[in-house]
């Protein structure tokens, strides 16, 4: 692909990775189940122990963190970018 859309397409894979670090370990356990193993919240539940109920309002809030850690990081780099342009 054009090279622009690959840097830019590694640099939020980047800023991702970087917001999901600093989620909370229970928080990211909940992402990388739910995300990367495919598993529903009551598949979730049995494996660590908890209720579906517990699980889905934990992935929710995990959910949320994570979203909110991506806009900050995204705000953060669009304000470095702007500096570095002269803004």
Do not use: N
Not at 57 to 63: G, I, M, N, P, T
Request: charged share 45%; glycine share 8%; proline share 5%.
């Amino acid at each position: 692909g054009d090279p622009e859309q690959v840097a830019a397409g590694r640099e939020r894979l980047e800023m991702v990775g970087r917001a999901l670090s600093d989620l909370k370990p229970d928080d990211r356990e909940i992402v990388r189940l739910t995300l990367v193993d495919g598993l529903r919240p009551r598949e979730i539940a049995a494996r660590i122990g908890q209720t579906p109920e517990v699980v889905r309002k934990r992935k929710s809030r995990a959910f949320k963190r994570l979203r909110h850690a991506i806009q900050d990081r995204s705000r953060t780099a669009r304000s470095d970018h702007d500096e570095g342009e002269g803004r």
